[in-house]
Every structure is written in structure tokens, then in C-alpha cells.
């Protein structure tokens, strides 16, 4: 099914460095600038979508439709803001999704992007993106959703009760792309709970293709599973149960399960559906909406 892996378009981001003067007191120093593109990965994965996929009869005709369920072109008027803490700066993805922060402060940056919220009686959710961490000489790559992944569960002592105060690292991993570790970071209540928010799901066509056997560690796999690190004191973390936790939840489920079928019609068609003939029995976390709950981490005492 190679000719259906869908390519889908990563924009040319660069961070040069200026030579410059300061900005007055608050800023002083040598300027940069962050350079990138916003993409909307919000598609139509929808019952009919996925049937006219298994309908296709040319390798072009998939193509296009796939296109279409996943969503990924350039997102224009988009809002997108880099803060470093002190300085914040806002601007507006032009037509093809691209945008430049100019005369930064050096120094590391927090870059997202989002929607304006829907007018009163429109349809439509606001789409937002991750978080991502850049400096200047870095990349980064912004992608639209609706809703974003929230990891969460209980850190534990070995008799079961929960440690309270417990700082809890998710960090999204493969970690192939150029840029600072795409981190969250909470801290556990009295009794133990963590709620890590904020990540990017898993693209619907990789979903599908984990659910038909395949690994979410394959080359290009950006982001696709969540390390869970704890520190806490007087209580100690063993690298056996450091979990990767897949960021795959029940909201993406339902409609990669439609589009694994979908696949499963037009590999049939072109002979390779041997390798799709039954969905595998994947191990996922228990999860509602886009929450994944139940992610525990017992640590050492």
C-alpha cells in the first residue's frame, strides 16, 4: 500500500539570527527571528468520506480522497503566538499557512497557534495547536486540531497509596525533529492525581496503520507516545516502569477504526489485502473523549 502513504506537505521552517541593537531597557541585546507554517490537521473522517475511499478505482482518486479525510494544508488567518515569559509576540499565518516573529530576544520560546473562537451562532469548534518549544536555530511545525490529548493517572507507593507533590514529565516521543523536547509537567495532588495536557494526537492514517500491526516508532513517526518520568521525594522511579504511553484515545478510536476499514477495501483491490484482513488486538490505555485515564506509575520507596 505504499502508493497510498499520503505525503503530506511539511513547511521549510528557519530561525536566522540579526544583528541588531536593543529594544530600550526591557529587551537588550542581539535580536532574532523564528520563521515557520501552520497546518490543518482537522480532516473528514466521516462515514460517507471513508466509503467513497473504499470505492476508489485509481491510485490518484485515493489519493485526493485520503487527502481529505486527514486534513494537513496550510491553515491561513490563523493567530499564532511566541512567549518567552516576558515577551510576547502575536501575528497572523498569511495564505499559505506561513508566518515570522522579526527582532525577537534571543532566548528560548513557547510557539502555538489558534483559531479565533466562532461567532455566535456559527458551527464550528476552535482548533488549536501544541505547544511547541523553539529557540533561534531551531525548527518548528505547528498542526491545527480540535481537541488535544490530556495523559492521566495516579503516582503510587508500593502499598498503593498515592504520593502527593510528585513532579510528573510527559515528553512526547520519537524525538526526531529539531527543536527542544516537547515536554508538559504537573505536579501530583494530595492523593496522587496528574493531569498531563496539552499533546498532539496521532495522525488518523498512523493510527490505522497501528491498529492494522504496525509500529508507532517508525522512521517518521514524530510524537506519537508519551514517556512518563516521576521525581518525588524519598520515593524512586525504576527504569522498568518509565511507561511510553501511545497517544492514541477513544476519540481517534472510532473514526480510525472507519478508516482502517476504508484502507482494508482498496488493499484488496490492488492485491495486498492479505495484510488487512483482521484488525490487531492493540493494548491502548482506558480513555474517554481525548483524556486517557488510568496511567499509574507505582514508584520505589
Excluded at 483524556?291 to 499509574?296: C, E, I, L, S, W
Aim: glycine residues 14%.
Amino acid at each position: 500500500m505504499r502508493w497510498l502513504r499520503l505525503r503530506i506537505g511539511v513547511g521549510l521552517l528557519v530561525c536566522v539570527f540579526l544583528a541588531g541593537v536593543g529594544l530600550g531597557a526591557e529587551t537588550p541585546g542581539r535580536l532574532g527571528a523564528i520563521w515557520g507554517s501552520v497546518f490543518d490537521g482537522v480532516g473528514d473522517c466521516s462515514v460517507e468520506r471513508c466509503a467513497e475511499l473504499g470505492r476508489c478505482a485509481s491510485e490518484e482518486e485515493a489519493r485526493r480522497v485520503l487527502g481529505e479525510i486527514l486534513g494537513g494544508g496550510p491553515a491561513a488567518g490563523v493567530v499564532v503566538t511566541a512567549t518567552n515569559g516576558r515577551v510576547t509576540r502575536k501575528v497572523v499565518s498569511d495564505g499559505e499557512g506561513k508566518f515570522a516573529f522579526k527582532e525577537l530576544p534571543l532566548g528560548p520560546y513557547a510557539v502555538s497557534a489558534a483559531t479565533p473562537a466562532p461567532a455566535a451562532g456559527q458551527e464550528g469548534k476552535r482548533k488549536v495547536s501544541a505547544t511547541k518549544g523553539t529557540v533561534c536555530g531551531k525548527t518548528v511545525r505547528l498542526v491545527l486540531h480540535e481537541e488535544l490529548v490530556t495523559v492521566s493517572g495516579r503516582i503510587l507507593d508500593s502499598r498503593g497509596g498515592g504520593v502527593a507533590g510528585a513532579r510528573v514529565t510527559g515528553t512526547a516521543v520519537p524525538m526526531r525533529e529539531v527543536g527542544l523536547p516537547y515536554s508538559k509537567v504537573a505536579v501530583s495532588d494530595e492523593k496522587g492525581f496528574y493531569r498531563l495536557e496539552g499533546f498532539e494526537p496521532v495522525n488518523l492514517y498512523r493510527v490505522a496503520g497501528y491498529l492494522n500491526g504496525g509500529s508507532l516508532e517508525a522512521p517518521g513517526a514524530l510524537h506519537t507516545q508519551v514517556e512518563i518520568r516521576v521525581k518525588a521525594k524519598g520515593y524512586r522511579q525504576d527504569r522498568a516502569s518509565i511507561p511510553k504511553v501511545p497517544l492514541i484515545t477513544e476519540a481517534q478510536l472510532v473514526p480510525a477504526r472507519r478508516l482502517w476499514k476504508a484502507l482494508s477495501q482498496l488493499a484488496a483491490k490492488t492485491g495486498d489485502g492479505k495484510g488487512w484482513q483482521k484488525m490487531k488486538d492493540r493494548r491502548l490505555p482506558a480513555s474517554k473523549a481525548s483524556t486517557m485515564t488510568g496511567v499509574d506509575i507505582v514508584l520505589d520507596d
